[in-house]
């Protein structure tokens, strides 16, 4: 199974909403990671998870909550949110990279949750 | 700090022909992976091709293959034979060393193949 799979596929919210994204992969990877994609632009990283535990945070607002509950799944909760957040959410997975060298650790990505905050 | 760049907003090829993609690329870290990625209009990135930095020959696979030029820091995606269902974005990404290093995208080309 070489697939990463996100839930919902789109998702219309409103600025007082809560709602959380889905992400889930069954390939042993225990590096897990959320982008944001605006249209037209590259994937701008969010948030890295590594065995479970969050290791990069690349300065997202607190109004994007991430959670590992296990080495499957990855979530990402939404609460506040303005509507500049509308965007493509993108999970991906891969294995986590050896410190000192640069490996072959294709992230796999998931289809992506189309975001849109009213 | 790493740098990729895509010079290229768009390109056309006709089908069939072949097409190089341009990506350029900056690090200080001695040890890196550069990945092309296919981007259709349905938002998942499709991993294509991977090139390692002390890798000695150029990657290929299938239609892609990888013109790595280290000295030029140059990492060009070259697809032969073009069909239209290779129309799509079309972008350039380079991992460090870390164990939980990151990639870093470039702006993106994309390509429209025409019959």
């Known amino acids: 199974d070489t697939e990463v799979t996100q839930t919902p596929k789109h998702l219309v919210m409103g600025m007082t909403n809560k709602k959380s994204l889905k992400c889930e992969q069954h390939?042993?990877?225990?590096?897990m990671y959320w982008y944001k994609q605006k249209a037209k632009k590259p994937p701008e990283l969010m948030f890295v998870?590594?065995?479970?535990?969050?290791?990069i945070n690349e300065s997202v607002p607190s109004r994007f909550s991430p959670e590992c509950p296990n080495s499957s799944l990855l979530n990402l909760h939404l609460h506040a949110l303005q509507p500049e957040d509308s965007a493509l959410y993108l999970c991906?997975?891969?294995?986590?990279?050896?410190?000192?060298?640069?490996?072959?650790?294709?992230?796999?990505f998931g289809p992506g949750t189309r975001l849109t905050v009213l | 700090a790493q740098k990729i760049t895509q010079t290229q907003p768009g390109m056309f090829v006709q089908e069939k022909e072949a097409v190089t993609l341009d990506c350029t690329y900056d690090t200080s870290d001695p040890s890196y992976g550069l990945f092309w990625y296919k981007q259709p209009s349905s938002g998942e990135m499709i991993f294509l091709i991977y090139?390692?930095?002390?890798?000695?020959q150029n990657a290929t696979e299938g239609r892609y293959s990888l013109n790595f030029q280290k000295a030029r820091k140059s990492a060009n995606l070259v697809i032969s034979a073009s069909q239209l269902g290779d129309s799509a974005m079309y972008f350039c990404?380079?991992?460090?060393?870390?164990?939980?290093?990151?990639?870093?995208f470039g702006t993106g080309t994309r390509l429209q193949v025409t019959l």
């Open positions: 991906a997975s891969s294995q986590p990279g050896t410190s000192g060298r640069a490996t072959y650790n294709e992230q796999f």
């Open positions: 090139q390692g930095s002390y890798d000695q």
């Open positions: 390939m042993g990877h225990r590096a």
């Open positions: 990404a380079m991992r460090g060393s870390g164990t939980a290093s990151k990639l870093t």
């Open positions: 998870y590594s065995y479970e535990k969050l290791s």
